[in-house]
């Protein structure tokens, strides 16, 4: 998921033109580029300004800057994030917004890489850093002793019960996710070391 201002996409043939994508690795790669592609300035002539970027750009990974865990570049002066190039590239649409299925930003493989929307997006979402209960969707009332469930459904938050045990507040969660169309992902650990 990107929350970058989302600005439109060159098309297709033209990103096809400037760029590579390796799907079985989720890296694009610049292309090298033709004379027409560049004009004489004060500083240089056309020829020189093909031979600089060539020499520096060319065949060589694009897109790598990170920010918020999304690689992204430049491309005709304009910040773009790399998955949405790439989806731009496969498809020559441009979708509302992707989901990394396996919840790696940094991971454009084509097979992790699906249209969605917001809604679906956040339906599949890791483990928030401060949550307490190791379970997203649940929580322990300290005051009354008892586990609490929940579930977000089309944008509010729904009740879904209270239970004398972690493993029954999280077995309705799990139901309530079935029923709703999380993704199976939803809820992993945001630190899979941990």
């Not at 590579?20 to 027409?36: H, M, N, Q, V």
């Not at 093909?50 to 992204?72: I, M, Q, V």
């Not at 649409?93 to 699906?114: K, Q, T, Y």
């Amino acid at each position: 998921m990107s929350r970058f201002s989302e600005k439109p996409l060159p098309d297709r043939d033209y990103l096809a033109m400037i760029l590579r994508y390796e799907p079985t690795t989720g890296k694009l790669f610049w292309l090298r580029r033709p004379l027409s592609m560049f004009e004489a300035s004060d500083h240089k002539t056309a020829e020189i300004a093909c031979k600089a970027w060539n020499n520096k750009h060319a065949d060589k990974e694009a897109l790598t800057a990170l920010r918020s865990g999304y690689p992204r570049g430049i491309i005709d002066g304009e910040h773009f994030t790399a998955h949405r190039v790439i989806w731009k590239w496969m498809t020559g649409e441009e979708p509302p917004e992707i989901d990394h299925i396996d919840g790696n930003r940094a991971n454009n493989r084509w097979s992790n890489l699906r249209a969605s929307t917001r809604a679906a997006n956040n339906r599949n979402a890791k483990l928030r850093r401060d949550n307490q209960s190791g379970r997203v969707g649940i929580h322990f009332d300290k005051r009354r002793k008892y586990w609490i469930a929940q579930i977000s459904i089309r944008g509010h938050v729904t009740h879904l019960g209270v239970f004398p045990t972690k493993e029954a507040a999280s077995a309705a969660r799990k139901a309530a996710e079935a029923i709703y169309d999380y993704h199976s992902n939803h809820g992993r650990n945001s630190n899979p070391a941990a």
